[in-house]
């Protein structure tokens, strides 16, 4: 399978932190979720990636291309949608559109008034008596108009409601039908990562835990509800976390189809994103 992104050992240390030898594949036409605690490393590795922060690594290709020689035309292809808008607050949409055609080559003027008049925003009206949600509407019509082939988003959909988010969750979707376009998105709305994601990477205290499709983690990991009993005569290497309610446990397991094999009647639930973050976190055995 072609990678949009290899990452070889990248590193980056700050006083108190260090993101640490990170290995990371990133499959081209996939949607990855990137997850993990605040303060993870998750947008540390997102400016390390893009070269906004200066970092170590054997490698770093992002469409085959070596990033330290070719960063320029690596980044004609990446749009990268933060929590905030970074356009100045006077410039309207139009005036957007009139700047972003000279600085992309490939920039899409019909694409951009398209988007722009699906997302209902005014186009002579000043970024800054748009709202949250509309402001982040624009960065997305501008990441769809220059055909990028990468689109990096870092908490991007945080604080918006659910109706725009499932919309721009649409969208997303809609941008990877084109098996060349990747999506690397970093939330904590996990319900998001729930409904789109390809894969899960994992990152716990700077270093990554796993990246695995979606799929797999749903068929690999089961949460179960037990008692001290059942919860003891569990092999502990199968158990990644629990939590101890007021009459039982909730446990997060690994191997859940040999164990559903042993505990025929026990009701063993494919966990969630949230779950599997919650528990691989508190750990608790
Ligand atoms: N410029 C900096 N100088 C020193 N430490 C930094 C700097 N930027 C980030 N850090 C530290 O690096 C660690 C990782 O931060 P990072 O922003 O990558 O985490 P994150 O997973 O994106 O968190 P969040 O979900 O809260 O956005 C934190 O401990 C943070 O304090």
Same mark, same amino acid.
């Given at each position: 399978m072609e990678n949009a992104i290899e990452i070889k050992n990248l590193s980056k240390s700050y006083e108190d932190f260090c993101l640490n030898n990170i290995i990371l594949?990133?499959?081209?036409?996939?949607?990855?979720?990137?997850?993990?605690?605040?303060?993870?490393? &998750?947008s540390t590795l997102i400016s390390s990636l893009l070269g906004i922060i200066k970092s170590s690594y054997e490698e770093l290709k992002i469409f085959g291309m070596d990033f330290k020689t070719d960063e320029i035309q690596i980044k004609k292809d990446i749009a990268v949608i933060f929590d905030t808008t970074h356009y100045d607050d006077e410039f309207t949409p139009k005036f957007i559109g009139q700047i972003l055609s000279k600085v992309y080559s490939n920039w899409d003027q019909a694409t951009y008034l398209k988007y722009i008049h699906q997302f209902n925003l005014p186009m002579k009206k000043k970024i800054k008596k748009f709202s949250r949600g509309m402001k982040m509407k624009l960065e997305f019509a501008i990441a769809f108009s220059h055909d990028a082939k990468l689109l990096i988003l870092d908490e991007a959909t945080s604080g918006l409601d659910p109706i725009i988010r499932d919309e721009i969750l649409s969208i997303i979707r809609e941008y990877t039908e084109d098996e060349n376009h990747t999506v690397l998105m970093s939330s904590h709305i996990t319900s998001d990562l729930d409904k789109i994601s390809d894969y899960i990477a994992y990152i716990h205290e700077g270093?990554?835990?796993?990246? &695995?499709?979606?799929?797999? !983690?749903?068929?690999?990991?089961?949460? !179960?509800?037990?008692?001290?009993?059942l919860l003891d005569s569990l092999n502990r290497e199968d158990i990644i976390g629990y939590t101890k309610g007021a009459y039982s446990y909730t446990i997060l397991v690994k191997n859940r189809l040999a164990i559903q094999s042993v505990f025929k009647d026990l009701e063993i639930m494919r966990p969630t994103v949230e779950e599997i973050m919650l528990f691989y976190a508190k750990g608790g055995c």
């Open positions: 594949n990133i499959p081209k036409g996939s949607i990855v979720g990137l997850i993990g605690e605040n303060g993870a490393g &998750k270093e990554l835990l796993f990246m &695995k499709p979606y799929d797999e !983690l749903r068929e690999e990991y089961g949460v !179960l509800h037990v008692g001290k009993e």
